[in-house]
């Protein structure tokens, strides 16, 4: 899959950070735009279109939850919006929240973090619109509950399917094991066994007919999907 | 407590007794004057008595009888009655005298050649003695009503001035770096002690101002520096990207990133100690393998490119009682630095019966420098950042009343944090 070519606003007022963002979506085939105050980033916003805002809070002229406020109240469609910040108190992130971040992540991060939330939101949206979530040559159709790998449909028990759908919804992020037990089996004892077993058949219909594997397993605590082509 | 008795009973003490010894003197002074004034006034009348006679024989030449039926005109001392003959020989100076029975003599030496001896026998004109009964009685009785108040003033007087002073302790006694008293001088009376109370005060605002300031600054300082941090790590990541590096570069940049990472560490974990106000009081019983999972994910980019197994042996109900930011700087750091120093082999996360171990097959401590690692600033030689991010581990443990404790072993290092179960 060819990464989705995200329009990204940068709203950030250090140059250095700014530049090294860009730079980095640019490497992954993103396409940046910069603002370096508040009220020049909010402007931008509403002329133009973006699939995903990174918004600083210490912004000059306007404040990164000013901006957030406003543009929710002012902006046609609801614009994902990752909130950048050092500040990182229950409170703070309470407040990012409360103004209408969808996401918050603290500084320092790690780029390619920076960019799998970026992925997450902006997907996450689309989901929403389209009922289909493509990664890679993999294919869901949530209303149909199907899935297909390089046009080929596979057969999958139902909780194959949900597992498969929690690591595609939350693509590429990591999903512990913990949090995977959880949303399946809510708050029963963990069967730890059971989850590997389940697994290790998913792989075995998703994973071994194919080329490439694209359930992935994270130091033994959590999964992932991986696409399959880069 | 204690002090407080024994001082104002010190006080009550005190006073009782010298009510008591100035009772008892002035009843002293008291029976002096009575027996004195007593014996001024018999003497006055044997002296009338004797110059009375010694006029009548100058006069007549003839010793006349006395004329009060108690008293008696001796012309030698052979006629003394002898209860008071020896007493009378052995201290010839001596002008009154005690019989058996009661009996009390006065005796008026006449100066005429040979001397004559007038000795009166006062035992019925005696006032002091028949009353001395009722005299004691009534001493002992103001003795012990002036004692009595005596008593309540001092208590009274205790009361006023240990009380406040007490209160005063107690309040200070009581007080911790996170719950200073404030305003309470006004409470206190317009003595000596209110000047301490008012001094205490000010002591205690300023403390207060102290630790607020410290935290202010580390909490200013800590968000001042995450984003150079941000700006140098970024660039690292950028950095790393290029194909075309070459491996002496490509160390120096390893080099930058681990330092990066360990100044983010230490930023969390000063912000985490700026905060020990609130973590002390927001404990909440926290399960501890899904934070661990989360560090492991955070941090998977340190094993990148090294064969190093992850093993995790923590059951899913263990729970903690802490708060979650603290538990979650806690296992960041541990997991952080064996995932970064690892270059082979594996790290084991264990949680058991309270504590927390995490085992990596890394290089380890030097021996000399194993138990000073915890001491700030102590470095292994060849181990970059080593001393400094432990040591606030080190700090972070003590101020919570975790123990921390560093072993190595045969195939590598053991770090373990012994949560108390509360």
């Known amino acids: 899959m060819k990464a989705l070519a995200l329009h990204i606003l940068i709203i950030e007022d250090q140059p250095a950070i700014a530049r090294n963002i860009g730079q980095f979506l640019e490497s992954r085939g993103h396409v940046p735009d910069f603002a370096s105050d508040g009220k020049q980033g909010l402007a931008l916003a509403l002329s133009n279109h973006y699939d995903l805002i990174i918004l600083d809070i210490m912004l000059p002229k306007m404040d990164g939850l000013q901006v957030c406020k406003h543009l929710r109240q002012q902006a046609k469609r609801h614009i994902p919006i990752l909130m950048l910040t050092a500040r990182d108190t229950l409170g703070d992130k309470v407040t990012g929240f409360e103004m209408g971040a969808d996401d918050y992540l603290t500084k320092p991060f790690a780029l390619e973090e920076l960019e799998v939330r970026c992925l997450a939101l902006s997907r996450r949206h689309l989901l929403q619109t389209e009922n289909k979530i493509s990664i890679g040559d993999l294919v869901i159709d949530r209303q149909l509950q199907q899935v297909r790998r390089q046009g080929k449909p596979l057969e999958l028990s139902a909780m194959h399917y949900n597992i498969l759908l929690i690591l595609a919804e939350s693509f590429p992020k990591v999903v512990s094991r913990t949090e995977l037990c959880q949303r399946m089996w809510g708050d029963e004892p963990t069967e730890s066994d059971a989850l590997r077993s389940h697994i290790y058949q998913l792989r075995q219909i998703i994973d071994k007919p194919f080329g490439s594997a694209m359930v992935k397993t994270v130091h033994g605590v959590g999964f992932a999907l991986v696409a399959s082509q880069d | 407590m204690k002090k407080y008795h024994s001082l104002s009973r010190d006080i009550i003490t005190r006073f009782c007794l010298f009510a008591v010894f100035l009772s008892l003197l002035f009843s002293l002074f008291n029976f002096a004057f009575l027996y004195t004034v007593e014996d001024f006034f018999i003497e006055r009348s044997v002296k009338n008595e004797a110059a009375y006679l010694l006029e009548q024989y100058r006069s007549g030449d003839n010793w006349l009888a006395p004329r009060k039926p108690n008293m008696t005109l001796h012309h030698s001392v052979d006629s003394f009655p002898e209860e008071i003959k020896g007493i009378y020989q052995e201290e010839p100076r001596r002008k009154e005298f005690f019989g058996k029975q009661g009996r009390h003599y006065h005796m008026v030496k006449i100066d005429t050649s040979p001397s004559k001896y007038l000795i009166a026998e006062v035992s019925e004109q005696l006032v002091v003695r028949p009353l001395r009964p009722f005299i004691f009685i009534l001493l002992s009785i103001s003795t012990l009503v002036l004692t009595l108040i005596a008593c309540f003033i001092a208590y009274r007087l205790s009361k006023r001035t240990i009380a406040p002073l007490t209160k005063l302790a107690d309040l200070v006694a009581g007080a911790s770096p996170n719950k200073l008293p404030a305003k309470f001088a006004q409470q206190y009376p317009a003595n000596e002690i209110g000047v301490l109370a008012t001094t205490i005060e000010g002591s205690m605002q300023r403390i207060k101002d102290f630790v607020s300031r410290e935290q202010h600054f580390t909490r200013d300082v800590s968000h001042e520096l995450r984003t150079p941090i941000a700006v140098i790590k970024n660039s690292g990541e950028l950095l790393a990207a290029d194909k075309g590096l070459s491996g002496g570069n490509r160390e120096l940049l390893a080099q930058i990133e681990q330092a990066c990472l360990n100044m ?73 630095n064996a995932f970064q120093y690892t270059m082979a082999g594996e790290v084991s996360i264990r949680w058991k019966h309270g504590y927390l171990e995490v085992f990596d097959t890394g290089p380890g401590l030097e021996d000399d420098i194993k138990d000073s690692i915890l001491e700030p600033m102590v470095k292994g030689k060849d181990s970059p950042g080593f001393g400094l991010g432990l040591s606030i581990v080190k700090r972070l443990c003590e101020h919570h009343g975790f123990a921390l404790s560093i072993e190595n072993q045969a195939n590598g290092m053991m770090v373990r944090i012994e949560f108390n179960r509360a």
């Open chain 2, 264 to 336: 983010e560490q230490t930023v969390n974990t000063l912000l985490s100690l700026a905060r020990e106000e609130s973590s002390q009081t927001n404990t909440e019983p926290v399960r501890v393998l899904p934070e661990v999972e989360q560090v492991v994910i955070q941090h998977a980019a340190l094993l990148d490119g090294k064969d190093v197994r992850v093993n995790l042996d923590i059951d899913s109900d263990a729970r903690v009682n802490i708060h979650r930011g603290t538990l979650q700087i806690l296992i960041s750091n541990l997991v952080s």
